[in-house]
């Protein structure tokens, strides 16, 4: 069980899986493969790439030939599994390349695993080993002004992003029943916090306000989403690994629904006090633009049996979790200057290529 593989850790959500689980288990050895893609940001796990049980992999999942040789050699005990495409907006003008990185560098990983754990149906599943699948709420599609995604929900994804991760969580189902794989899977609602590439909303918008620069608000503002302070998501994956039952699914989130256009409007009053602006200084750069297609109005996630089963609730409230994430990239500029000049991606030949 020591040799942990994480994939997708140079990514928002496994930079700070990575750094969890050094931290919470230093009995563990922790593999990082990762593509570095566009999304795979070496630097930000600067902190830990000293750490003697940390070791980083630069490699792609969609090679199957590599992925296998890659456990053949290390023989890993538990595979995270986080890498993918993760923006819907990418998947609208290139489906392919998310069914190729999400569903088959998944089949990839699963399949590399089951031979290496000698996994299949006349055995029985093995306590010793997990394959832990990371997935999103998307999967569920959309909902209307009430309800919640349970567990039982059935899937009906909208975009190709999430067609593509329903796809994989499918994939990783059928290896549980046809293999007797040991696996879990959890979907999680939407996550903002530190390291969070400037595509995504919190960290753009952070970036815009600061900046005086619109802040684009699709359609009429009010898309709901069920927001989760990375940190909290990464203590979840933690827990479900070491306390979830195989073949589980489990929904992760924080009972926080916002209105984007409501979500908008306290990041600009908390940017007016951090930045001495005028109150509703900040609003003024709200600016409505046309709808995208395939666009899901309301997630909202029921994470009643993690907290029941497992004890988990989130660490932070969002006013809390917003504030440090505000206060993280005002003091991080750096950071966002290498991403924006493209520095970062520079990060792996200047300090890893050469050792
Ligand atoms: N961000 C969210 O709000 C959210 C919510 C729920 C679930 N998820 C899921 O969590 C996971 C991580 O999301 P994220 O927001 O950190 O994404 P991210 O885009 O920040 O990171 C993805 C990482 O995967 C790597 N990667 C991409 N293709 C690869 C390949 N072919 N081989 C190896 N590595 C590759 C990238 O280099 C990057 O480091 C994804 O599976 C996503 O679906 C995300």
Not at 49 to 61: A, C, R, S, T
Not at 112 to 141: L, M
Not at 166 to 187: E, G, M, Q, W
Not at 322 to 341: C, Q, V
Request: aromatic fraction near 12%; charged fraction near 25%; include cysteine.
């Amino acid at each position: 069980m020591k040799k942990v593989l994480i994939t997708g850790g140079a990514g928002f959500i496994g930079s700070h899986v990575v750094r969890l689980f050094l931290s919470n288990h230093p009995d563990y050895e922790i593999y990082n493969l990762d593509k570095l893609t566009y999304a795979g940001n070496l630097e930000n796990l600067k902190d830990v790439e000293g750490n003697p049980n940390y070791k980083f992999i630069k490699g792609d999942i969609t090679d199957a030939a590599f992925i296998n040789t890659l456990f053949d050699e290390n023989k890993f005990g538990v595979v995270i599994h986080l890498a993918a495409e993760s923006h819907v907006d990418r998947s609208i003008s290139n489906p392919l390349e998310f069914v190729t990185t999400n569903v088959i560098g998944t089949v990839n990983l699963l399949n590399a695993a089951k031979k290496i754990w000698d996994c299949n149906k006349d055995k029985p599943v093995r306590q010793d080993r997990i394959f832990y699948h990371v997935s999103t709420d998307e999967v569920y599609g959309s909902l209307g002004e009430t309800g919640f995604f349970t567990e039982q929900t059935s899937y009906d994804p909208q975009s190709p992003y999430s067609a593509s991760k329903a796809s994989s969580d499918h994939f990783v189902r059928a290896y549980f029943n046809t293999y007797n794989l040991p696996v879990v899977i959890s979907n999680c609602s939407n996550n903002y916090g530190a390291n969070q590439f400037p595509e995504k909303l919190i960290p753009l918008f952070i970036h815009n306000i600061r900046n005086n620069k619109p802040l684009p608000v699709y359609g009429d503002g009010k898309y709901t989403r069920d927001w989760l302070w990375v940190v909290d998501h990464a203590r979840a994956i933690d827990l479900i690994m070491h306390k979830g039952e195989l073949g589980e699914t489990y929904n992760i989130g924080g009972f926080n629904e916002w209105q984007n256009i409501e979500l908008i409007k306290l990041m600009c009053s908390i940017m007016d006090k951090k930045l001495a602006r005028k109150p509703g200084e900040s609003e003024k750069l709200i600016t409505y633009i046309k709808d995208r297609p395939g666009h899901d109005r309301r997630y909202a996630i029921d994470a009643a049996k993690l907290n029941k089963n497992l004890g988990w609730k989130p660490s932070v409230t969002f006013e809390e979790g917003l504030e440090k994430t505000i206060d993280w990239y005002l003091a991080n500029e750096e950071w966002l200057k290498h991403l924006t000049s493209g520095e970062y991606q520079k990060y792996y030949e200047q300090q890893y290529a050469a050792r």
